[in-house]
């Protein structure tokens, strides 16, 4: 019978769980059980959760760029929704071409406030998932945006939008991913867990995947570790709830 919960619980979450969340997912519903026999039983049943492939960076930093500095040192931890954002850029191949992913992410809650995909690599993509995210919840002040040097993010479109919004800016080093860590690593849950089990024939596929994954799943129902193993959307809300009420 607890084979047969974990099995259901690890078709909901498409394959991706291992079984560290699987535990946690039962627990949240109130099964009662130890992690250690959820990851007996799921090596018993087979249930494997997908793996990891490599990513290709798009990163090409501007020559042109003035300083900017590091102003989050790799610490992608935050005391308030907003007060820390994160960003970068993926691709996503198809028969009709590559499409581009932009996303902003906040570092208190984990979710991805904004996001904007199109088939053109340039500013116009980060400005538009900035200006989502930005829309989606009140930016507190001296909030920072981190990203890598990537030209579009050290374009002047860009940078305006961010003084608009009262956004500091704040950029890694280039070539080193750990500098944007929290960033690439929710690209390799996409690619992971999503993108690279399936194949589009057209962009618009693509497209509706990518909000299918992350409104549809990953904001509102993947169990998040650094959140005690609860969704992004619930965390946020759980602190508007409470500041409000105080």
């Known amino acids: 019978m607890l084979t047969e919960h974990i099995r259901a619980v690890f078709a909901a979450s498409y394959r991706t769980y291992g079984y560290r969340r699987v535990h946690a997912e039962l627990m949240r519903s109130g099964v009662r059980v130890d992690d250690e026999l959820v990851r007996r039983l799921m090596r018993a049943a087979r249930l494997c959760p997908v793996q990891v492939k490599p990513r290709r960076g798009l990163t090409v930093a501007a020559r042109t760029a003035g300083v900017i500095p590091d102003l989050v040192k790799r610490d992608f931890t935050a005391a308030a929704p907003g007060k820390k954002l994160v960003g970068d850029i993926t691709q996503i191949n198809t028969g009709e ?10 570092c208190y809650s984990k979710s991805i ?31 920072i945006f981190h990203s890598d040097r990537g030209s579009q993010y050290t374009s002047y479109e860009f940078s ?27 690209f390799g849950k996409l690619k992971t867990e999503w993108i690279h089990h399936r194949s589009f024939a057209t962009r618009a596929e693509a497209q509706r995947e990518v909000i299918k994954f992350v409104e549809g799943f990953y904001n509102t129902r993947r169990l998040h570790s650094a959140l005690g193993y609860r969704p992004p959307l619930e965390a946020l809300d759980e602190w508007f709830t409470k500041h409000q009420a105080a």
């Open 113 to 143: 406030l904004g996001w904007s995909v199109d088939k053109h690599y340039n500013a116009g993509i980060v400005s538009a998932a900035m200006t989502m995210a930005a829309g989606r919840i009140r930016l507190p002040d001296g909030a």
């Open 97 to 106: 071409g590559t499409l581009y992913l932009a996303t902003v992410i906040d």
């Open 160 to 186: 305006r939008l961010l003084r608009q919004e009262g956004v500091r800016q704040s950029v890694g080093r280039t070539g080193i991913c750990f500098d944007n860590a929290m960033a690439e690593s929710f």
